[in-house]
């Protein structure tokens, strides 16, 4: 019925409600719906918003942006039951999510299962009465900022490469408008393919993007490869780095996003060295990879990046500008002279503690007895830059590099320090981290703790990133 309403008013007035649709974070049937229920309501009119100008939620901050629309098409594979957790993630998220499935995705998730978590039925049928009548494919393809395709399936992702529409999920990806982002899931050997990798880059070139697949173990026991879907979190991450980017121009240069456009952030990163003497130093096994990589992705989402780094082995990240220190206290001082920024980052896996002065020269055995080694502290750069008074960056972020009770430690660090975020990880000798290539991160916020796949440091890099330009643009945390 509200389709009808909305198709028969003239522009003008469409036009407003679009507006007031919009300001009010519904869809046009919804705005329509409530309109009609208002107006039958007793009491109503007189509450009743202008039509002339977009009304707001009672409850809404008058500066509060929309909220966002996600078009979610589940297509058949394994991997549909973690479609159940991406919608929760992102109605979590204050998104708006809308399903369609395909008939191969009710075999693995049912879509009365789906309607729960999305809060509304999912959408299944081309020709079907009472949809088509009530949103219609077209406007299911239009009414929505991004469709994310999880899973997408090697068949979904070949008829979208020839265009065909013979069901309602490849008639709407047809027909939309809208940024599409895929998140492949098959076997190994499908994703491999020639004809898959063929479809892949076609899909590319057409402006589709892409999260994962990920490598790991296949649904069929024993088989392991390159076709697993991107994990929940991870699709969230790439749907949000989107969203924090477009449509506004003004953050995308060349079709990139750059969210971070104008934001000024410092990165402190690496191991530092601690003299004992002229020859020889106190250092811990840091590689500097994980703050190297959140400089490079901070970069390349737009902000100017200042990186301090210790004693690494790694090239300086292309367009940082990095500051290369050896001790804490030099850290420190290129810190406070690099302020002030929007965002602090502190990576570094700063000495706890320095040498007393040794003095000058290089010791000498000599037949002597061992010398003794007396420490002092350092000074913790992350608690110091917390506390400032007035250069305090607007977000500080630290890390916490824990063997142990991760997730408890690193809360007690967030309060003690001061910082708003801990990014906290286990550093055990089993957990690889230290020196390797990948991480796993608990993200702790004074609202929580989420846990984050383990994933590569890039992509933990990527993640950070849009979880910043998220909590910049005022979404949750
Ligand atoms: O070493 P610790 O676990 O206390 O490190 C937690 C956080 O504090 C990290 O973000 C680290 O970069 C920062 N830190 C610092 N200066 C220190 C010690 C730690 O900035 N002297």
């Known amino acids: 019925m509200g389709s009808l309403t909305v198709r028969n008013l003239p522009e003008g007035v469409k036009k407003r409600l679009r507006l007031r649709a919009a300001a009010n974070g519904r869809s046009m049937e919804e705005e329509v719906r409530l309109l009609l229920a208002e107006g039958a309501s007793e009491a109503a009119p007189a509450k009743a918003a202008s039509a002339t100008e977009p009304a ?15 078009l979610l098409i589940i297509a058949g594979g394994i991997a549909a039951y973690k479609s159940l957790d991406l919608i929760r993630r992102l109605r979590e998220r204050g998104l708006a999510v809308r399903v369609v499935m395909t008939k191969a995705a009710q075999e693995f998730v049912t879509p009365m299962s789906v309607g729960a978590i999305a809060g509304e039925k999912p959408f299944t049928e081309l020709f079907d009465q009472a949809s088509e009548f009530d949103v219609g494919h077209i406007r299911l393809a239009r009414d929505n900022d991004l469709v994310v395709v999880a899973p997408a399936t090697a068949d979904i992702m070949a008829k979208m ?9 490849t008639a709407v990806l047809l027909a939309t408008d809208k940024q ?7 076997n190994s050997r499908m994703w491999s393919n020639k004809a898959t990798q063929r479809n892949l880059k076609v899909l590319c070139a057409d402006g589709i993007i892409t999260v994962g697949p990920n490598a ?59 003299p004992i003497d002229p020859v020889r130093y106190i250092a811990n096994r840091s590689s500097g990879k994980q703050g190297h990589a959140i400089a490079r992705a901070a970069a390349a989402a737009g902000a100017t990046v200042t990186l301090v780094t210790g004693p690494v082995t790694l090239p300086d990240p292309p367009g940082v500008k990095t500051v290369h220190v050896e001790t ?25 503690w320095r040498t007393a002065d040794m003095g000058g ?27 400032l008074k007035t250069k305090r960056p607007k977000l500080v972020i630290g890390f916490a590099a824990e ?64 979880r910043i330009a998220a909590a910049l643009n005022g979404k949750p945390r």
């Open 56 to 70: 707001r939620r009672p409850d809404a901050a008058p500066t509060r942006s929309p909220a966002r629309h996600i």
């Open 161 to 169: 490469a020839n265009g065909h529409a013979d069901d309602l999920a």
């Open 180 to 186: 599409v982002l895929l998140a492949p899931a098959m």
């Open 216 to 274: 790991g173990e296949m649904a069929e026991s024993g088989e392991a490869g390159v076709g697993r879907m991107a994990e929940p979190l991870e699709i969230v991450a790439a749907i949000e780095k989107y969203l924090a980017g477009h449509p506004d121009a003004a953050d995308s240069i060349d079709g990139i996003a750059k969210p971070l456009a104008g934001k000024r952030i410092l990165i402190t990163a690496g191991p530092t060295h601690e």
């Open 328 to 352: 804490a206290r030099q850290m420190l001082q290129m810190v406070e002279s690099a302020l002030p920024v929007d965002i602090g980052i502190f990576a570094a896996a700063v000495a706890d």
């Open 361 to 387: 020269q290089k010791l000498k055995k000599e037949g002597k007895a061992p010398p003794q080694l007396s420490l002092v502290e350092n000074p913790d750069i992350l608690a110091r830059v917390s506390k």
């Open 403 to 466: 063997t142990e009770k991760v997730v408890e430690h690193a809360t007690a660090k967030l309060w003690r320090k001061g910082c708003d975020w801990i990014l906290a990880n286990d550093v055990s000798a089993e957990s690889g981290v230290m020196g390797g290539d990948r991480n796993t991160i608990h993200l702790v916020t004074p609202k929580g703790v989420e846990h984050w796949p383990t994933q590569s440091k890039d992509a933990v890099a990527d993640m950070l990133v849009a």
